[in-house]
């Protein structure tokens, strides 16, 4: 298995020039990798970070977006120390927690995301810019912060916000 997030920022340049071509390679990075792709992303940045912890450990669904410096964990150590502490554990042993996270259709996930392990973000939700994702999104919601609450629905931020945002060609 291949660790993708270390062949994403040699592509950042044919990202600049060919956005398509860019994606291109990237879902095919991202298969070979593991991580399973539903339809086609709109885009995957490539400075994003996968804690690719094994075959289906990460999902992308059709369209979705994942911004910049996002990173998607899917394994947890935390405990690890405690139970020891606890004299849970012996010492050639550890405590481990493998839980896949799944960005829906249409998702979008903000600048800087950091998403735990377990989450399952919904079809068309979208997670603010610096959010911390301790838990999973339903479909339709808008969440932001640290951690992560629901502001709204994506309907409600339609209508709040629709008339400060222009249209123009897509570049992806």
């Keep these: 298995m291949i ?11 044919l990202n600049r020039v060919d956005q398509n071509a860019y994606m291109t390679v990237v879902v095919k990075l991202l298969e070979r990798a593991g991580v399973t792709v539903e ?12 804690d690719n912890s094994g075959p289906g450990s990460i999902t992308f669904g059709d369209r979705c977006v994942v911004s910049d410096a996002v990173k998607i964990l899917t394994h947890d150590f935390s405990l690890d120390r405690v139970a020891e502490a606890r004299g849970e554990l012996p010492p050639d042993e550890e405590l481990y927690r493998r839980a896949p996270v799944s960005i829906g259709a249409r998702a979008f996930v903000g600048l800087g995301t950091v998403i735990m392990p377990g989450v ?4 068309d939700a979208v997670i603010g810019a610096g959010s911390v994702v301790t ?16 502001i709204c629905t994506t309907d409600e931020l339609w209508d709040k916000r629709r008339s400060e945002f222009e249209v123009r060609k897509r570049r992806r």
């Design 120 to 123: 399952v973000v919904g079809d």
């Design 135 to 150: 838990q999973s999104i339903a479909p339709g919601d808008v969440v932001a912060g640290n951690p992560a609450r629901r």
């Design 39 to 50: 339809g086609r992303p709109l885009w995957i940045s490539s400075s994003v970070f996968l």
């Design 3 to 13: 660790d993708v997030s270390k062949f994403l920022p040699l592509l950042r340049t």
